[in-house]
C-alpha cells in the first residue's frame, strides 16, 4: 500500500541521515532521539509537512474487495461478526472500539456489574481485524462520505490526548455499510444536553456513578442544608421507556439494600422520580404496565406524568409550572438521528433515518447499505420504520452479512459489480418479544409479536429469572458472560461496590 511505503520510508530515513537543511521531521522533533515515535511520525505525515495523509486506496485485483463499516453497535458488530473474511477485508471506522451490551449498562450505575462487563473488544468480536493484512479498526470519526468515488472522509479520535491532534484521512471501499447509530432525542428542549446525562454509553454509566456517590458523600457533611440534602440526592429519570424504567428500578435496589445500610445518616433523604408525558412502557400491554407500576411504587418511585418544558442546571420545570429539583438527572426519551446523518445528501425515511429499499441498500447510490437505528425503510417501500431496537439492529446485520457473502460468491463483491445480481430475499423483520427488569427481583417478559397477539406473556420473579438467562445467554464472549455471572454472585452476597474510583 503506498502510505505504508511512504511510512516507512520516512521511518527509515531518520535513522540513517542527519536532518536536511529545511524544515523536515528532524526538526520538529528533538534531534538527540535516534528516531521518532510512532505518533510522532504520524503527526508529521498527516501535518506537518502538508503531506495529505493518504489512507487506504482502492482495491486492485490481486486484493480482496473491502468493506467499510461505521460504527460498532448492534448492527456494525453482528455485521462483522459474521462477515466472511476469506471474500472480504473489513475496514470499521468507530470513536469507539468496543460494543456495549445496552441491556445490561443501567446494572453498571450503581455497581451492580462492573463497566467491563459489558463492554466487548472488536478485535473478540472479529479477530481478522486484528491478524488479517488488509483489515484493520480505525479509531476515528467519518466526516464525510464521497458516493461517487466511492470514499469515505475521516478523522481520527484524540479526545483526553492533549500531546496529538486529530488527523484527516480517506478510504476507499468496495461495499460501504452505515451503522452509525442515532443519537439521544432532546426534542429540543433546553439545556436538555448540558445539564442531564443520556445512558447510551459506558462513559454515561460511569459520569452517573460518579455523580451519584459525590453526592451521597457530600450530603453527609456537615454545613449542608436539610433542603439542599434533598435535591442532591434526587435522582430524576426522564423516559418512562424500559431502559428508564429499568435504570429506575436499579436505582431503587440500590437505595434499599446498600445506600440504607452504608449511608444511614441520609438514606431518609433519597429518593428516585420517574418523568413520563404519557404511559410508561407504551410497547407492553396494559397488564403488565400496571403491574410495573405498582412494583415501582413499592419501590419507592415517585411516577410523574408530565411533559419537561426546560431544564437548568439544578431543576427541572414541567409543562404545568412544577418545578423537580434534582442532584442527577438521566434522559432517555429516544433517539433521533445523528448530525452526520442529517448531513448525508441521500434520501431520508420518516423521522430522518437513512432510507433504504428492502434489501437495506440506499436505492440512490451504488454499493452503499444502512442498517440499524440510523436506517429506516421508504415510503416507496410501503414498510413502516422499525423501532430502535437491539434485536432489529442484530437481525439486520446477520441478514446484511449473508447477502454480501452471497453476493461476492457471485461475483458482486467489488465496487459497481452487484448492479445485475440477483439480491435473494429481502428482509423480513419479525419481533421476538420485548423484557424488562423493575427492580425488586421482578421483571416484565412478553413473547408476543404485538400487544393483542397471542403468546406468553408475565410478570414477577420467574420473568426476572428469565430476563437474566436470556440476557446472559445474549452477551457476546465467554469471558463476558463469567464476568457478569459472577458479578451478580458477589453483589447477591457482599452488596454493591460504592467505590467512587
Known amino acids: 500500500m503506498p502510505w505504508l511505503r511512504n511510512f516507512l520510508q520516512l521511518s527509515a530515513s531518520y535513522a540513517r541521515q542527519s536532518p536536511p537543511p529545511h524544515k523536515s521531521a528532524a526538526a520538529i522533533f528533538d534531534r538527540a532521539s535516534p528516531s521518532p515515535s510512532l505518533t510522532q511520525l504520524l503527526r508529521h505525515f498527516s501535518a506537518g ?33 459474521d462477515i466472511d473474511t476469506k471474500q472480504y477485508d473489513i475496514v470499521c471506522v468507530s470513536p469507539r472500539n468496543h460494543m456495549v451490551f445496552t441491556p445490561l449498562l443501567a446494572s453498571t450505575c450503581v455497581g451492580t456489574l462492573e463497566f467491563r462487563s459489558v463492554a466487548e473488544p472488536i478485535g473478540r468480536i472479529q479477530p481478522a481485524i486484528s491478524r488479517e493484512p488488509g483489515s484493520y479498526f480505525f479509531l476515528a470519526n467519518c466526516t464525510g462520505v464521497d458516493f461517487q468515488n466511492h470514499q469515505i472522509h475521516c478523522q481520527t479520535v484524540t479526545e483526553g490526548v492533549k500531546t496529538i491532534d486529530p488527523w484527516k484521512f480517506q478510504i476507499s471501499y468496495d461495499k460501504l455499510v452505515i451503522a452509525s447509530g442515532a443519537q439521544a432525542s432532546t426534542f429540543g428542549i433546553k439545556g436538555a444536553k ?115 418544558k426546560d431544564v437548568q442546571p439544578d431543576k427541572i420545570n414541567l409543562s404545568d409550572g412544577t418545578d423537580i429539583p434534582y442532584g442527577v438527572l438521566v434522559w432517555s426519551t429516544g433517539v433521533g438521528p445523528s448530525s452526520f446523518v442529517n448531513a448525508l445528501e441521500i434520501p431520508k425515511a420518516p423521522g430522518g433515518r ?53 453476493l461476492s460468491k457471485a461475483g458482486g463483491g467489488r465496487a459497481n459489480a452487484a448492479k445485475d445480481l440477483d439480491f435473494g430475499e429481502p428482509f423480513v423483520y419479525k419481533h421476538l418479544g420485548s423484557m424488562a427488569t423493575i427492580g425488586r427481583y421482578k421483571a416484565l417478559v412478553d413473547l408476543r409479536q404485538s400487544k393483542e397477539g397471542k403468546g406468553v406473556s408475565m ?5 426476572w429469572f428469565i430476563w437474566r438467562s436470556a440476557y446472559l445467554s445474549r452477551v457476546i464472549s465467554w469471558r463476558n458472560r463469567f464476568y457478569v455471572a459472577i458479578n451478580w454472585l458477589t453483589t447477591f452476597i457482599f452488596g454493591r461496590d460504592i467505590s467512587r474510583i
Open 194 to 308: 448540558e445539564h442531564a446525562t443520556f445512558l447510551r454509553e459506558v462513559s454515561d454509566a460511569q459520569e452517573i456513578r460518579r455523580k451519584l456517590l459525590l453526592n451521597l458523600m457530600l450530603s453527609d457533611v456537615p454545613g449542608v442544608t436539610d433542603e439542599e440534602k434533598r435535591r442532591l440526592l434526587h435522582c430524576v429519570v426522564v423516559g418512562g421507556g424500559p431502559t428508564g424504567v429499568e435504570f429506575s428500578g436499579e436505582l431503587s435496589d440500590f437505595i434499599r439494600k446498600d445506600v440504607h445500610q452504608r449511608y444511614a445518616h441520609v438514606k431518609d433523604y433519597i429518593h428516585v422520580t420517574l418523568v413520563e408525558a404519557h404511559e410508561i412502557l407504551s410497547s407492553f400491554d396494559d397488564r403488565l404496565r400496571k403491574y410495573a407500576i405498582k412494583q415501582l411504587t413499592k419501590s419507592g418511585v415517585r411516577l410523574v406524568r408530565g411533559i419537561v
Open 354 to 406: 437513512i432510507g433504504i429499499d428492502e434489501w437495506l441498500r440506499t436505492p440512490t447510490v451504488q454499493d452503499v447499505y444502512a442498517i440499524g437505528d440510523c436506517s429506516g425503510f421508504l415510503e416507496s417501500t410501503g414498510k413502516p420504520v422499525l423501532p430502535a431496537l437491539a434485536q432489529v439492529a442484530e437481525r439486520q446485520g446477520k441478514y446484511l452479512a449473508k447477502l454480501l457473502n452471497h
Open 459 to 463: 410478570a414477577g420473579f420467574m420473568s
Open 49 to 81: 509537512s502538508q503531506v495529505t495523509y493518504p489512507g487506504l486506496a482502492p482495491t486492485k485485483g490481486d486484493e480482496k474487495p473491502r468493506v467499510v463499516v461505521l460504527g460498532t453497535g448492534w448492527a456494525g458488530c453482528r455485521f462483522i461478526k
